[in-house]
């Protein structure tokens, strides 16, 4: 180990725990959520008072040439906004988000959603690792490479309030900006298979709402076994079984992609490292840890989300039933463009109904996923030889999100000829959208290192 890698690691562990941790504490205690989940987000300010609370650490940190303000757009959460300028023109820009998902009921004893506990080398609360910590991580990256008077790139920060909500305002927030050139994009709002190695995301699946809702154009007739009369159950059961195979689970091959040989390989040296965990008792379909890791980021999936129409009250249940809705949520395979999928899926589910019924599939939402092109030489080095630093000698590995994050295309089509690193703390047990939510701090402070190192040695090679 250099002496310079030695005060680095001191660095990050002082900077962690006397300046991230008490900050980010306080941020767990806010209990700001996304807008759409609390719709009075514009009268209470609990939006703003975290947005004014990372502004206000940040601001603390006295960073040479930096500039810190807030962006605002009629009807949206305000944007944090941070510029810091450097001699060279290599220009690196970071996204995050500061908006939480609901508390959800579920904490263990003495922990809570706004109660920030430290376990050993986790900490926990609401909103730490998705997506608290990005803002944090960010400048203690930054904070390293100055405390050992280390050269860093121009620097462009943007940190949103509604990713939990889609993220709407963000590309009007980030035309804002009028960037004239990103080297390199990080968005730190993803995963990682373990804790052991830096993870870099190279795919996200892409998804889409579909509202497919059914009414028998004959009247029911309301006597005990239905008789001959259909149902709009029954015709949705039809329906489907176009869409997936009932008993294996296929879903239609219009939906299927092929798997780019690179995407493949990365899959092939990821999959025995990442846990893919069942949540009930059930039959896996694939008994091949490669074909299941595969399913869940690179093959579609179709699931079944919410219903309207059943009767409401004990004494209609023997009632047939003349009108139906159900929500799908389709997920779709990186490369999958999701207007053409969700077209697709509208035709083949009104096309010739069943009995002569009304049939309409409502496209509610379609967001293409994420297939980035491979590193460059250079850049790959770098990243590697940063995880070998940080992470106990280990290479780094590439992660494959089976979640979706459609922004994310947006903004790699903003700036396609940058370098774009997705990376994230949501590994193992870190319980982002549920209780007991996590950040292992270790892993959080290995990523700023390597994120520092990465910036020192691109503007430098």
Sequence with gaps: MNQIHFFTIQFIEYFTR?????????????????????????????????????????????????KVEMLSIQGAPKAIHVSIKAQN????????????????????DGFGPTIPVIEGHRMFGRGVADDGYAPYAAIAALQTLLSQGLEHPTIEM????????????????FDLLELKRVDIMVALDSGS????????????????????????????????????VPQALNIIRVLLNRLEDPVTGQVHKSLQTIIPADR?????????????????????MESCRVKQYINRNWKPA???????????????????????????????????????????????????????????????????????KSFSPKLKDILNTASKLFFNGNESRVFHEGASIPFLNQLNQRSPQAEFLVLGVLGPDSNAHGANEML??????????????TMNQFIKS
């Excluded at 023109?89 to 263990?108: A, N």
């Excluded at 059914?214 to 239905?226: F, M, Q, R």
């Excluded at 999958?336 to 589910?349: D, H, M, R």
């Design 18 to 66: 006397d300046q991230i941790l008490p900050s980010l504490a306080d941020f767990v205690r806010i209990p700001n959520l996304s807008p759409q989940f609390d719709p009075q987000w514009q009268d209470n300010g609990l939006l703003d008072k975290a947005s004014n609370h990372i502004v206000s650490w940040i601001e603390q940190q006295k960073i040479p040439n930096c």
């Design 89 to 108: 023109p290599i220009t690196v820009f970071y996204y995050g988000h500061y908006d939480k998902q609901p508390h959800f009921p579920g904490w263990r």
């Design 158 to 173: 943007l940190f949103e309030g509604e990713e939990e909500s889609g993220s709407n305002f963000l590309m009007q927030y």
């Design 193 to 228: 298979g373990d804790y052991e190695r830096l993870w870099l995301t190279s795919s996200l699946r892409g998804s889409m709402k579909i509202d497919l809702c059914v009414k028998v154009l004959e009247s029911p007739i309301n006597t005990d076994d239905g008789g001959n």
């Design 264 to 284: 493949y390989e990365e899959c092939l040296q990821s999959a025995d490292l990442v846990q893919i965990e069942f949540s009930r008792q059930c039959d896996k």
């Design 302 to 372: 179709v699931s079944y989300i919410g219903q309207d129409g059943f009767p409401s009250t004990r004494k209609m249940i023997d009632q047939i039933i003349p009108e139906l809705i159900i929500r799908l949520s389709i997920r779709l395979p990186p490369n999958k463009c999701a207007k053409e999928a969700a077209n697709f899926v509208k035709q083949l589910l009104e096309k010739d109904p069943p009995f002569n019924a009304n049939v309409t599939a409502n496209i509610i939402a379609a967001g293409s996923g994420l297939n980035l």
């Design 440 to 453: 292992d701090l270790n892993y959080m402070k290995g990523l700023i290192g390597c994120l520092a190192y």
